[in-house]
């Protein structure tokens, strides 16, 4: 079985620009969240995704978005980026109920200039 | 903010000792994960643990859970140096107004362990 894959493993961006990441998630998973991990803060929840719906959300700026496809990918935003947004960007499936163990994929590094 | 904190934030052994890394955390859970990473990769799961379980083993591994305390350990036996990497536990509580079906985990900051052949 196919593990978490997420695309582009590396990026470099400009401030101000956006960028846009994709997951697809191990097959037959509904559920898919993000992370963002970086030195200062450690790992951090940005949002889940189920059936195309975000169920739940974490402390971060309207620049981040993301979506889910009706076939479970998912794909997150950041629009106007800044510097402190150069972080290793986690995606993340698992079955939908709580008790499932959540599965990662490499992550894809973004680094702002 | 993180739920779980975890000690020590770094720990360095010889190959073939047992390493030992601590969680605690701070709300009511309903499962602990154990994850390693290693440098620049993605997190792999090693071990879930309930919040009505008290202790579980796979392999090389063993994780405790008190909820009376709120943490968790997890040991190494026999470590090798491919055991070097960074180690995070991750609780899973559901938010308040979840339906049940949606949930995410808070991760502590992490051990960095380094086995020395």
């Known amino acids: 079985k196919a593990g978490v894959t997420q695309t582009p493993r590396y990026l470099i961006k400009t401030r101000g620009q956006q960028v846009t990441l994709s997951c697809s998630p191990i097959?037959?998973?509904?559920?898919v969240s993000w992370y963002q991990q970086t030195p200062g803060q450690g790992l951090q929840f940005l949002f889940e995704y189920f059936s195309e719906t975000q169920r739940n959300k974490g402390n971060f700026p309207g620049r981040f978005s993301g979506r889910q496809f009706s076939n479970s990918r998912s794909e997150m935003n950041v629009s106007t980026l800044e510097l402190g947004d150069s972080a290793l960007y986690l995606c993340?499936?698992?079955?939908?109920?709580?008790?499932?163990?959540?599965?990662f994929g490499e992550g894809s590094w973004l680094t702002v200039v | 903010s993180q739920q779980g904190e975890e000690d020590p934030q770094a720990l360095s052994i010889q190959e073939g000792e047992n390493a030992t890394m601590n969680c605690s955390y701070k709300?009511?859970?309903?499962?602990l994960q154990w994850y390693r990473q290693n440098s620049g990769r993605g997190l792999v799961h090693l071990i879930l643990?309930?919040?009505?379980?008290r202790e579980k083993h796979s392999g090389r591994l063993r994780v405790t859970l008190d909820t009376s305390k709120k943490s968790s350990s997890l040991l190494i036996t026999a470590s090798r140096a491919a055991d070097t990497a960074s180690y995070f536990c991750?609780?899973?509580?559901?938010?308040?107004?979840?339906?049940?079906?949606?949930?995410?985990?808070?991760f502590g900051k992490g051990t960095l362990l380094t086995v020395n052949p």
């Open positions: 993340a499936s698992s079955l939908v109920h709580s008790g499932n163990t959540i599965y």
């Open positions: 643990i309930r919040s009505n379980e």
């Open positions: 709300t009511s859970i309903n499962n």
């Open positions: 991750a609780t899973d509580s559901l938010p308040v107004n979840s339906g049940g079906s949606n949930y995410k985990l808070t």
């Open positions: 097959s037959g998973h509904r559920s």
